[in-house]
C-alpha cells in the first residue's frame, strides 16, 4: 500500500484528519470533506475506501496510517475511521446527484 496507489487517502490522512485532529471529530471532518470535493473525486476516493475494507489488511493499514499521519490507530479504529468516511462519502455523492442527477 502506498501513497500512488491510494492517493485520496493519503490526501484524506495527511489533510483532512492529520495528526492534530481528535478522533471524535471524525464524523464531521469526514462531513465536511464528502460535501466540499468534486463529484468525481468522492466517487474516486469511495472506491478507494471500498478497496481497503475488502481486504481488511489492518496491519498495512495501520503501518500506512502511521507513515503518513503519525497516527497509531488500533484495526477496530482503522476500521471505524474507513466506515465513517464511506459512509459520508456515500451521502456526499448521493447529495449530489439528488440536486444535479447522476454524471
Known amino acids: 500500500m502506498n501513497k500512488a496507489e491510494f492517493p485520496l487517502f493519503h490526501s484524506f490522512v495527511t ?3 492529520n495528526e492534530g485532529m481528535d478522533f471524535e471529530d471524525l ?5 465536511r470533506m464528502a460535501h466540499s470535493e468534486r463529484q468525481q473525486t468522492k466517487k474516486d ?8 475494507l475488502e481486504a481488511r489488511d489492518w496491519e498495512l493499514v495501520g503501518k ?17 475511521m474507513l466506515l465513517i468516511v ?12 439528488n440536486i444535479f442527477g447522476p454524471d
Not at 469511495?46 to 481497503?52: A, D, K, P
Not at 464511506?86 to 446527484?97: Q, T
Open 45 to 52: 476516493f469511495l472506491r478507494e475506501v471500498e478497496l481497503i
Open 86 to 97: 464511506k459512509k459520508h462519502l456515500e451521502a456526499g455523492i448521493r447529495n449530489y446527484e
Open 27 to 31: 464524523e464531521s471532518i469526514a462531513d
Open 15 to 17: 489533510t483532512w484528519f
Open 64 to 80: 500506512f496510517v502511521k507513515e503518513h499521519s503519525r497516527r497509531r490507530l488500533s484495526p477496530e479504529r482503522l476500521e471505524q
